[in-house]
């Protein structure tokens, strides 16, 4: 009997869509189509099927985030200029029950005081910021080890 594999949503938020070409000073030269791909790549590696979505807006995020609940067995999430103002992408996140890790490609300590903190990653599992791309590969590695571990 075949078994289903494990499924991870990512989701990208708000101007994540002009990746390579939005600041790449700061966001570097990769397109948000190139990620995906390589993420998607990633997965196939990891016996993980990959989904990615990017919303500009906030109740979009949230439509996702409670769209990938009882459907998906982890979450990567990119919330964008939300990381630092979305209480409520931080209630979805906790509402789901659905582990999640925050993501981001730049190093936010390294930047403006105002995105030195996030609301949204203490409602997850963990958060890696500033690796560019590889952020969302060591993401998905960790849920793919996660999803694969033994349930207690």
Same mark, same amino acid.
């Given at each position: 009997?075949? $078994?289903? %594999?494990?499924?991870?949503?990512? =989701?990208? +938020?708000?101007? *994540?869509?002009?990746?390579?070409? %939005?600041? #790449?000073?700061?966001?570097? $030269?990769? $397109? ?9 790549? *990633? &997965? ?28 998906? +067995? +982890? ?5 964008? +200029? /939300? ?15 659905? #582990?999640?890790?925050?993501?981001? *490609?730049?190093?936010? /300590? ?18 890696? =910021? &500033? *690796? &560019?791309?590889?952020? /969302?590969?060591?993401?998905? %590695? ?7 571990? #033994?349930?207690?």
């Amino acid at each position: 009997m075949a $078994t289903s %594999r494990p499924r991870v949503a990512v =989701i990208h +938020g708000p101007n *994540l869509n002009l990746l390579g070409t %939005r600041e #790449p000073e700061v966001y570097g $030269t990769l $397109t948000l189509a190139e990620l995906d791909a390589s993420l998607i790549a *990633l &997965g196939d590696e990891l016996s993980v099927d990959v989904e990615c979505q990017q919303r500009n807006s906030e109740g979009a995020i949230i439509d996702l985030l409670h769209a990938a609940r009882g459907r998906v +067995g +982890g979450v990567i999430i990119n919330p964008g +200029g /939300y990381t630092h103002t979305s209480v409520a992408i931080h209630d979805a996140i906790k509402a789901i029950a659905v #582990p999640t890790v925050e993501v981001h *490609l730049s190093n936010t /300590y390294q930047r403006e005081a105002f995105r030195q903190r996030s609301l949204t990653a203490a409602a997850c599992v963990g958060a890696i =910021i &500033g *690796l &560019g791309a590889a952020s /969302y590969h060591l993401a998905l %590695r960790h849920l793919a080890a996660l999803l694969r571990a #033994p349930q207690a």
